[in-house]
C-alpha cells in the first residue's frame, strides 16, 4: 500500500521527525494533491504539522489564478493554513537572462525559506516521483553532468536558508494517480506540462518514449536503479573526500591546501577535493565551470605562484605552497563610482561587473539573493529628485529599510543572514542617495526609494558579472 510505502521512505531517510512542522508545496497537479493527503493521513499518527505553499507562477492567465484558489480551498477543507503568493516568472526570467524552469525553481525557493523561517517549518515537501527522477537525470547527461549530477534529486537537500523533502521520490506516477483516482480526489491539469517550451516536457514526450520502443522498454526502471547506485558510491566517496580534505589542510592556516599534498592525489580525487574545499570556503560552486576546476586541477600541478580566477575577483592562487582563496584588490573595496539618473551602460572592472540603466514605469517583483548576479532593482524617480547616486563599498554601521520591513537592518546582518562570506562583502555594492542606502546589490529596493505604483515613473538598474578576462586585474593592498 502506498501510504506505508511512502511512511517507511519517511523514517528510512528520516525526513520528518514527529512534531514537527513541514511546508507542503502544492500546485494543484495530481502529484501534489497526492502528496497533500499522503503526508495528511500520515499527519496524525506521527504528530505532524502542515501547512500548504502555493506559488502562481502567472504564466497562464485565469487558469493560473484558478489553480491558486483550488489549492486554497483544498487547504481549507483539511483545516491547514495556505501560504500563497503570485510572481511573474516570464519577466523574471527574461530580465535574469535564464529558462523559465530556473526562474521558478530560484522564486519557490526563496519564498518557501521564507515561509519556513516564519512559521519554524523544519523543511519544505516536495512531490518529485521516480519519473520525475528519470527525466531530471536525462537532462543532466544532456548538459553534461559528473558522478553526483547522475544521482539525481535527492530524498533530503540542505540549502543555506531552506531544508527541501521528497517523499515520494520512489513512487511511480501511475501509483499516485491510482491513490488519487481510489479516494476520488480532485486536482488540476496543468496545460503547460503539454508545451515543447520546457525542456522536461519533451524529455517527458519526446525522449523517452523513444527510448523505450527502441532501446529498453524498461528504460525507467533502469535510470531510477542507476541513480540509487550512484547515490550510494558518492556517498562513499563524499565520506573518502573528507578525509582526503582534512590530509591536504596545511595546519598553520586551516583556510588553506597543501600544494605538495594535493599534487599526488589521483586527478578524480583532487577534483572532488578541491570541490568540497571551495564549498567550504563559501564559493559558489554553480558559477564554477568544469573548465575552470581543470585549469585549478592545472594550478595544482603547476610550479611556482599563480592564480586562477573564479568571479566575483575571486581567485584561487598559489603563496608559499599553499592553495588559497583570495579577492582580488584592496580590504576596503573598490573606488565609488557616480551615476547620474538617467539611461546609461558602463563596464565596473575593479567591481567585476557591467551596470545598465533605464528609465521606465512601474516595477517588476525580483528574485532576491544578497551578493547574486544577474541583480536588478527599480528606483522611483521622483524619490531621487534629480540627484545623483553613489555606487560604493559597505561601511560599518550602515544600515537600511528593505521593502516590507518595519525598521532598518544592520548591512552586517544582512550578510551574516545571507551568509555572505567576510572577503566578499566589500565587493557586494551599495547603492546610495545622499546619505541614504537604496538598495544592496540582489537584495531588496529600499522602502523610500520604492515605486509607488504600476504607472509610477521609475529607474532600472541591472549588475551584471563580466567574463574573468574582463576584469580588472589584481592591485597590491
Known sequence: MILSRVERTI??????????????????????????????????????????????????????????????????????????????????????????????????????????????????????????QVETVLMRLARGTGLEGLGGMSHREVFPRLTVIRPLLDERRGDLETFVRTHRLAWREDASNQSDEFARNRVRREVLPVLESSLNPQVREAIVRMSVLVRDEWSLLAERTGKLLAACRDPRSPGGLLQSSLSRLHVADCRRVLRRWLQEESVDLTHISFATMNRLVGLVRASGSSEVPLYDLLRVAVQGGRLVVITAGV??????????????????????????????????????????????????????????????PWRPGDRYQPLGLKGSVKLQDLFVNARVEKRRRCRIPVLAVGDQIAWVAGGRVAERFKVPALDAPSLTIQLDRLPPEEMAPPWSA
Open 11 to 132: 523514517q528510512t531517510y528520516r525526513l520528518i521527525e514527529p512534531g514537527q512542522t513541514i511546508l507542503v508545496g502544492v500546485s494543484g497537479g495530481l502529484d501534489s494533491i497526492a502528496l497533500l493527503h499522503l503526508l495528511h493521513g500520515l499527519s496524525r499518527r506521527h504528530h505532524w504539522h502542515l501547512a500548504l505553499f502555493h506559488l502562481d507562477h502567472q504564466l497562464r492567465g485565469v487558469a493560473s489564478t484558478a489553480d491558486a484558489d483550488f489549492v486554497e480551498a483544498s487547504g481549507w477543507r483539511l483545516g491547514l493554513p495556505v501560504y500563497r503568493f503570485r510572481q511573474p516568472i516570464r519577466s523574471l526570467a527574461r530580465s535574469h537572462g535564464v529558462s523559465l524552469e530556473m526562474a521558478a525553481r530560484i522564486v519557490r525557493r526563496q519564498l518557501a525559506a521564507e515561509v519556513c523561517e516564519r512559521i519554524g517549518a523544519a523543511a519544505v515537501a516536495w512531490g518529485h516521483h521516480a519519473d520525475d
Open 331 to 392: 580590504s576596503s573595496g573598490p573606488d565609488p563610482v557616480v551615476l547620474d539618473p538617467g539611461p546609461s551602460r558602463m563596464e565596473l572592472p575593479e567591481w567585476g561587473l557591467s551596470l545598465t540603466a533605464s528609465i521606465g514605469s512601474g516595477y517588476q517583483v525580483r528574485a532576491q539573493e544578497v551578493g547574486h548576479y544577474p541583480a536588478a532593482v527599480d528606483l522611483s524617480l521622483s524619490s531621487l529628485s534629480g540627484r545623483s547616486l553613489l555606487l560604493r
